[in-house]
């Protein structure tokens, strides 16, 4: 008895569609070859030549497999972004906010690093300690949903993006309209806000994130070798 | 008018047409349209999936997976309310080519 689904999953191994959709794919597709194969063999053709007969109905399997992506992507590209990124984005967004809400409550007093010169950076440690374990499930909902490694590290930084936009728009807004105040102190305070609440806790988030999918990509090697 | 686009709409009409008599997996659609055009019709795997996909991405028919009797699981299709609708223009355009074609190869053959 051949193993359709095996040598289906082969040949489209290039698939780019989420896994849930691509299973339904192969599933569907080797059930169909299965259903021809088994007719065959009823008529009485040997395993061989019903084989070669089921299998005559794909001549390129590349062909069909950009055919069919093309069929499936549209319908899922909205739905992928949905899933892949602005849901474990927004989620990471609601909990670390909620967190740095807690640690300010809790631990209303932040660490000051003095650097040679003024300006002084203020950083809420223990926010910052459980930044990570936001950023890893960012990374972990957005990898389950299918998510490339560029879209998983996307959702694990989320956070930051928001503020990161306001950054770069304020900057050059606040440059143009500061006429009290010299460039050099409007760009000092910039630079400053910007290590402290998107460089250094992206950095943060973007460790959970890495480390998050080291641990998936680990997982699914092992099952894929103990499958084999 | 007969639209551009009717050679690939035949292959869809054929599909709609086929499953207003009742859900059906892909192979099973497949044979029937096969036998029920005495094999003038033919779709193979390349050509019936790609097509479904399609179909199901425009909201005509919709796929879901069942059990049959004999525990093999299997993607049925369905046609929609959308499905539905479009099947009485397709017919219409088809039967407007036919009528055409029969005009023409009566003067052809005159």
Known sequence: MRDWREF?????????????????????????????????????????????SALSQVKDWHKLQRKIQNARIKEITMTNRVKQ?????????????????????????????????????????????????AGALGACLSKQAGGSRGMTLLSSAFPVLPLAAIFLMAIPVRLVLSHTLSHGIVAAAFLTLGVEWVAVPALVLLVGGFLAQFLLSRRSDSRRIASS | MIRAGVKRGTAELAVLSILEDGPLHGYEMARRIEEQTKGALRFTLAALYPMLYRMEQRGWIRGAWETSGSGRRRR????????KKKLSPLRREWAE???????LTKVSHA
């Open chain 1, 8 to 52: 289906v999953q082969s040949k489209l191994a290039e698939l780019a569609l989420p896994p849930g959709t691509k299973a339904d794919v192969v599933d569907e597709l080797a059930a169909h070859l299965e259903e021809t194969y088994a007719e065959l063999r009823k008529q009485g053709m040997t395993e061989d030549a019903a084989a070669r």
């Open chain 2, 76 to 83: 049925c299709y369905r046609l929609t309310p959308a499905g």
């Open chain 1, 85 to 133: 990124f602005w849901l474990p984005g927004l989620l990471t967004f609601t909990i670390s906010m909620v967190l740095l809400e807690l640690v300010q409550k809790f631990f209303p007093q932040p660490f000051i690093l003095h650097l040679d010169h003024p300006p002084v950076l203020l950083f809420y440690v223990p926010w910052l300690l459980t930044l990570p374990l």
């Open chain 2, 97 to 103: 080519l036919f009528g055409a074609l029969r005009r």
